[in-house]
């Protein structure tokens, strides 16, 4: 490593914890405009394509299968959600959304693409894909593998 990686790479690290933060901030507003959290539209949209049990959405999401659950069974209370037979594991069911989820998570979605819109003007053409590459680049060296 050079030496201008290590004196970067904390600093990187910073920003990007900022740049999380104000994603959040700005996840929530949107969240809210249907009524939902953050917390929810990143667990709506991850059980959302294919069938997925709890613990497979927290490793998706790399957070603690309790913390889903929790969100799940109040997806499934507002009937957001319902929890399938997962013949697999009978102890496991999917999450799936409901008609009346899907349709929260599409007016998040269009919430989101409102937003990145805006983003994307206020960055004036800016080129991303090497800050993506870089970033992806990243994400594998960070990798316990």
Do not use: C
């Not at 929530?28 to 949209?45: H, L, P």
């Not at 013949?87 to 349709?103: A, C, E, Q, R, W």
Request: glycine share 6%.
């Amino acid at each position: 490593m050079n030496t201008d990686a290590r004196t970067l790479l904390p600093l990187i690290v910073a920003d990007i914890f900022e740049l999380a933060g104000r994603f959040r901030d700005d996840g929530e507003a949107i969240a809210r405009t249907v009524g939902q959290t953050q917390a929810r539209w990143q667990v709506m949209s991850a059980a959302s394509a294919d069938p997925r049990t709890v613990p497979q959405i927290a490793r998706r999401l790399g957070v603690s299968r309790q913390n889903v659950q929790r969100i799940a069974d109040l997806l499934v209370a507002d009937g957001a959600a319902t929890f399938e037979a997962n013949p697999d594991h009978k102890n496991s069911p999917f999450l799936v959304l409901t008609k009346y989820g899907h349709s929260a998570l599409a007016g998040i979605t269009r919430a989101a693409a409102t937003s990145h819109a805006r983003i994307a003007r206020r960055l004036g053409g800016a080129d991303l894909a090497p800050l993506h590459r870089s970033l992806r680049r990243l994400i594998e060296a960070t990798s316990s593998d």
